[in-house]
């Protein structure tokens, strides 16, 4: 019987990571030859988590440069893949989400009409501009694919109002939680020391992320602002943010949060560690995407650092909260959630709408009855 044929594509952190559990479940597959190709859109990010899962790339375009622009990527990307495409001739491939990576992978195999998969479609924030250029890549990726896993009905309901037919789009849950419960343990030790020094259980515990684009400049000033404010008024009160490599997040995080005691600005983790770090700290602030998704399995509220959100359905469930970035409204939100138990404890105990960990299955169920 001939095997079918799955090209994974991706090449950023956040791919890897909800792509990683999907991919051992097509190579433990005997009806699927797995092919990976990263394109390495990220280099350093990407390589931990192929290290922290055992993923070895059959091509590797490495396009990572410093000051590359998305221009760059996109060129790269699509140039890259064309021969590796015409190379391998797969019969589905698959990409992820909102990248460069992508959209133009996507575009790559549609160029050499290959039938294209894409996991975690469906999101929509409804501004073109925010996420820049996530969301645009998403739309135009769920006009490309010929297959839509959709991690819930929302984003079910996003792909038929744009558009795709009902019997392109499945509803599989998001791969990130195959991916969490793989990492996390409750006697996990850090590789930072300091981590493992922190007061959880006494202290007030936030682990903060924020880089996004549009976020850069005077949001993210606010935003800086006001967590530091809140620890210099909540004596039980730490935040650990480890900081994006980006110079400009650097310097301004420097600037407006260094030498401020309770703050601790470290280097990135790695996605385990920070699986694990979620796990152990009491609120999560962030202007990530992804986590959005991953904190819901911990029972951990979340204040989103945005003006909007392309994952309602965990505000809609009530273990997230968008919250701007305005600093008087950050500052608020976030005593709310120090000093009311039961504003916590109703955003703690949310259910998680992201799924049961078993979402890569459920794909590959589907490739497998095309």
Request: proline share 4%; aromatic share 6%; with cysteine.
């Amino acid at each position: 019987m001939k095997q079918l044929k799955v090209m994974t594509i991706f090449g950023t952190r956040p791919e890897a990571i909800k792509m990683a559990p999907l991919i051992k479940k097509l190579e433990a597959e005997k009806a699927i030859e797995s092919i990976v190709c990263v394109t390495a859109q990220h280099r350093e990010m990407l390589d931990m988590v192929l290290d922290l899962f055992d993923i070895k790339p059959d091509y590797d375009l490495n396009l990572m440069k410093h000051g590359q622009t998305i221009s760059d990527i996109t060129v790269g990307v699509l140039k890259g893949l064309e021969e590796v495409l015409k190379k391998v001739k797969p019969d589905v491939v698959l990409v992820h989400g909102d990248t460069s990576t992508a959209f133009v992978g996507a575009l790559a195999a549609f160029y050499q009409q290959i039938k294209v998969g894409h996991v975690e479609a469906g999101l929509r924030s409804g501004n073109i501009y925010s996420p820049y250029p996530e969301e645009m890549n998403r739309r135009l990726v769920s006009t490309l694919a010929n297959l839509h896993f959709a991690p819930t009905k929302g984003n079910y309901n996003n792909l038929i109002n744009s558009g795709v037919s009902a019997n392109e789009i499945f509803i599989t849950g998001n791969t990130v939680i195959d991916a969490l419960l793989q990492v996390v343990k409750d006697d996990y030790l850090f590789q930072n020391d300091l981590l493992n020094q922190i007061d959880y259980e006494n202290k007030k515990v936030i682990a903060m992320t924020c880089h996004r684009r549009e976020n850069w400049g005077t949001p993210m000033k606010s935003i800086f602002t006001a967590v530091r404010k809140i620890v210099e008024s909540n004596s039980n009160v730490e935040v650990i943010f480890p900081v994006h490599m980006n110079p400009t997040i650097q310097t301004l995080a420097q600037e407006i949060m260094g030498n401020v005691d309770g703050i601790h600005l470290i280097q990135p983790l790695e996605y385990e560690e920070f699986a694990n770090l979620m796990n152990k700290v009491d609120i999560i602030l962030t202007d990530s995407g992804g986590i959005q998704e991953e904190a819901p399995a911990f029972g951990k509220p979340i204040l989103v650092l945005r003006t909007e959100t392309e994952r309602p359905e965990a505000v809609e469930a009530g273990t997230v909260k968008v919250v701007g970035v305005q600093e008087d409204n950050i500052i608020k939100e976030i005593d709310r959630l120090l000093n009311d138990k039961v504003a916590y404890e109703t955003m703690a105990n949310a259910i998680n709408p992201y799924g049961d960990g078993k979402a890569s299955e459920r794909i590959i169920e589907i490739l497998l009855n095309l």
